[in-house]
Structures are given as structure tokens and as C-alpha cells.
């Protein structure tokens, strides 16, 4: 049973044994609420260690304890031969006042930066959390090299120096660097100075890199709609006014956003594989764009997000192969081609900027751990991470095809939808008028996770439909997957 002080200061406190929470920290908790509740006043005076601790059934030391934790945090005050108190200097404050005005948003209304608006209506945390089948954008973590990749992180923990003990170079690991610039070579048809290439903690960190070091606020920038969305979320919160562009057969509109928009600082595309919709920018379509920014001193980011997985056909090069005046920002990941836990990505800059944005990674954090960078780079090196991609793609085409099987067989009533040359997800067109975000809560609240097409929108468009990410789903489990989503759509229609 818990058991309560005497005495009419501390009446009320409950130590309760049963709880996980440890009994210093109940104690803890208590008084420090006392005191921020007012409560317990300044000057007034607690009890001694060894009074609190009989009357509470516990140890002494750990009262003692307690009383020095709030002591060094400025909560009490020790006076020789007197006894503890509650600090007088908390007089200056009304901390119950304080702390009833931080739960009334009405009261700092109007007091916040600019920055917080958009930063709260951001959609990007979606992907967070635990994840269910068909989320999109997920790998194959049941197929992930666990003991392959241990090994690359023992070695390279194990043969490191103490300068990958600490936080490494401002544009990151040498050595991965080099491995980038020889994949990209290899893959990409990209050729690179391996001192252009900046290590980031992922894609979106390379965006927020980019954002922070070319955008002020009121700079327009071009973004695919639909469209990534944590990449167009931090612009936003830089200030820039970003523009929906709209998507055709040959991917980013240019001639709509030349009629309908300000001159851009910075333009967004998804080239190689248009996110989300899938259509591959074609060479004309590249050639303009890159026109037109050379001829509007605009700078392009390219994000290359998936370009291993295509399922048909070589991988095609990128727009930056085709960038003579380097105004592309070409970003990379391998998030989806291992898994995003390894937390690396990177950005290949122009050779005049590459101080620049070193120096900006500096302000923004550190990088990411030199000791995964130089296991990445030797798993890269040994050919590892050429024969993940193509195991990886052989699976991410058989499971995609199980899919299409799957919703073909219990699902084309409700859905339209159509096998993809590339990536990682299909796009399922929803066939009655419901909303895609009811459609995507209820399938959710079932355990089948989607996206929303809506969400990848900054614009609304005349389409309802779900993106079903398909590689992080083992092929024996869709049959079943798939049966349960098409009774979920059922009973909503």
C-alpha cells in the first residue's frame, strides 16, 4: 500500500512501491510539482532527510539524494544548522500562473516565428513510427544483411583511427566519398569530383542543407505537385514561396510554371522517377529544363530516390549527366536501397559551393557517424552493395507482380490501378467519389498502411488515390493483405 507523509506540508505525497517508476524519482517528482504549483512557498522550511524518510518507509540516502538534485537544480536551499528550504529566489516568479499560460495557445497567438506555422503543418512525420504493410518507401528490412553489414561496422570500428572517433570532416568520410563518385559513375552515367559529394544524414537532410544555404525568405521555388513532401515542407519554413507545378506525360510541367509563376530561385524534380505518380522525365522535357535555368540563373534539385530499382531496361542517366554549367544539386540516399536506419545520404555540389555548404552542415549539426561511413564505403568497394541492388531488384519485381496479382484478383472492382517499370510502390486509383484520406484512415485502423495521394499535394488535383508500397511486403503475405483491404473498401462504400 503506498503510504502518505505526515505532517500538513507534505500530506499529500504517495510513495507507491508497486510502480516501475524508482522511489527517489516519485519523491523527486512530488516536491519539484510542489514547488512549480506553489504548493510549497519560498523560505519554507522541509523536513530533515531523516524525519521524510521514517515517515515515507525509505531509506534516508535516498531523500539525501532527492534533496541534492533539487538543491543543484536552484528548487531548495541548504542553510548550516537551519535546516532546507524552498529557495527564495523562486519569489520573483508565479510559476502556477506560468505554467496554466503555456497550455493556452490563444495567449501566444501572434508571438511566435513565422517558422512555426508551416512547421506544425507539416505532413513529412507520417512516415514515423511503427510501420505496417504497404507503407511506401520501405525496403525489404526481412531481407536486410544483418551479419554481412555487422561485420563492414566491426571492421570499420575496429580499424579506425581516432579522427573517425570523433566527428570526421565537415563534407564528410573521404572514403565513402570516393565510393559515391565511382557509383554514380558506374550507375548514373554521372561523372563527379569525389570533393563535390557532401554526406548527409539521408535526402532529407541534404534538402534542408540546400534550403538553408540558396533560399531567402520570399524566393519562389518549382515543386512537383504532387511531390515530396518533407523536401517541399522545410521550404516553407525557410520563407520561400513554393509553387505547385503540375505533372503531364513527360513529367514537370515547364510551360505551365513559366505562365503561371514567378521566376524560380530553386526548381524540385524527381526525374529519373517522378514522385509519386512514376513518369520518367523525358530527354526533351530535361534538356529544357536545363535550358531554362541556365538562362534564368535558376539552381535544380534533383532527388534520385529510387533510380536503382528499375525493372525494365538500364537504369537511366541522370539530368545532372546532362548539367555542363553544374546548376543541379543531385541528391542521393540509402535509405531505400538499404535501410534508413543507416542514416546516410549526400550531395553532389558545384565545385565554387562546396565550402559553403560544408560550413553550413557545420551550423546545422554534425554529420553523420564516420564509423557507418567507412563501413558503407568498404561494403560499397567489395561490390556488397552491387549485389544487394540486385537481389533487392529481382525481389522488389516478384513482389510487385504478387501485388498486381493480388489486386486483380480482389480488388479491380474498387481500385485501377497498373504495374510499374520502376520503384518501389504502385499508384491505386480509387474507383467510387471517397476521399483517399478517409479511405487511407480507415485501411490504417484495419493495419494496412498507404498514403494518400492528397497528401503529396501541396495543390489539390482531380485524383483520389492510394500509393501502395509494395517492397517491404513478403510475397506470401499479400494474398491474405490483400483480401482483408478489399472487405475494408467494401464496407466503407
Not at 370 to 387: C, K, S, V
Request: aromatic residues 8%.
Amino acid at each position: 500500500m503506498p503510504k502518505s507523509a505526515s505532517g500538513a506540508l507534505l500530506s499529500t505525497v504517495e510513495i507507491d512501491r508497486n510502480l516501475k517508476v524508482p522511489l527517489y524519482k516519485q519523491l523527486e517528482n512530488f516536491l519539484r510539482g510542489s514547488i512549480l504549483d506553489g504548493m510549497l512557498k519560498p523560505k519554507q522550511k522541509l523536513p530533515s532527510s531523516r524525519e521524510l524518510a521514517e515517515d515515507l518507509g525509505i531509506s534516508r540516502i535516498t531523500v539525501k539524494s532527492v534533496y541534492e538534485q533539487l538543491l543543484a537544480e536552484g528548487y531548495l536551499k541548504s542553510k548550516t544548522g537551519s535546516g532546507t528550504y524552498v529557495s527564495e529566489d523562486l519569489e520573483l516568479f508565479n510559476y502556477k500562473k506560468l505554467k496554466a499560460v503555456m497550455i493556452k495557445p490563444a495567449d501566444v497567438e501572434g508571438k511566435l516565428p513565422d517558422r512555426v506555422d508551416p512547421i506544425n503543418l507539416s505532413r513529412a512525420t507520417i512516415r514515423y513510427g511503427e510501420t505496417a504493410p504497404f507503407r511506401p518507401g520501405l525496403p525489404a528490412l526481412d531481407k536486410f544483411p544483418i551479419k554481412s553489414w555487422n561485420k563492414y561496422i566491426f571492421n570499420a570500428m575496429s580499424q579506425s583511427d581516432r579522427y573517425n572517433l570523433g566527428y570526421g570532416s565537415l563534407n564528410g568520410s573521404k572514403d565513402l566519398r570516393k565510393s559515391i563518385a565511382q557509383h554514380l559513375a558506374d550507375a548514373r552515367g554521372l561523372r563527379v569530383d569525389a570533393e563535390q559529394i557532401v554526406i548527409t544524414s539521408g535526402a532529407q537532410q541534404a534538402f534542408v542543407l540546400i534550403s538553408f544555404a540558396l533560399l531567402k525568405a520570399g524566393d519562389t521555388v518549382w515543386y512537383e505537385n504532387p511531390g515530396h513532401i518533407a523536401g517541399r515542407d522545410v521550404m516553407k519554413a525557410m520563407g520561400a514561396s513554393v509553387m505547385p507545378v503540375p505533372i503531364d506525360s513527360e513529367g514537370l510541367n515547364l510551360d505551365y510554371a513559366k505562365n503561371n509563376f514567378e521566376l524560380p530561385k530553386l526548381i524540385f524534380a524527381t526525374p529519373s522517377h517522378q514522385h509519386p505518380l512514376g513518369i520518367t522525365m523525358s530527354l526533351a522535357r530535361r534538356l529544357a529544363l536545363l535550358k531554362f535555368a541556365s538562362s534564368k540563373n535558376s539552381w535544380i534539385i534533383e532527388d534520385d530516390y529510387d533510380s536503382e530499382f528499375r525493372y525494365r531496361g538500364r537504369p537511366l542517366p541522370a539530368l545532372s549527366a546532362l548539367d555542363e554549367e553544374r546548376r543541379v544539386f543531385y541528391v542521393g540516399t540509402f535509405s531505400k536501397a538499404l535501410c534508413s536506419a543507416v542514416r546516410l545520404g549526400y550531395v553532389v555540389v558545384p565545385e565554387w559551393l562546396i565550402e559553403t555548404f560544408a560550413k553550413a552542415m557545420n551550423l546545422l549539426g554534425q554529420n553523420a557517424s564516420p564509423i557507418t561511413a567507412a563501413a558503407l564505403a568498404q561494403y560499397i568497394n567489395d561490390g556488397r552493395f552491387a549485389e544487394h541492388i540486385r537481389k533487392m531488384r529481382r525481389l522488389y519485381r516478384d513482389r510487385r507482380d504478387t501485388l498486381i496479382e493480388c489486386l486483380n484478383q480482389d480488388c479491380s472492382d474498387l481500385l485501377s490501378f497498373k504495374s510499374s517499370d520502376a520503384g518501389m510502390h504502385i499508384i491505386a486509383d480509387l474507383k467510387s467519389d471517397l476521399d483517399d484520406e478517409f479511405v487511407y484512415k480507415a485501411l490504417l485502423d484495419d493495419g494496412i498502411e498507404s498514403l494518400p495521394l492528397s497528401v503529396y499535394c501541396l495543390k489539390p488535383i482531380k485524383r483520389s488515390a492510394l500509393v501502395l508500397g509494395f517492397s517491404g511486403v513478403a510475397r506470401k503475405r499479400m494474398p491474405g493483405l490483400v483480401r482483408k483491404m478489399s472487405e475494408t473498401l467494401r464496407s466503407i462504400h
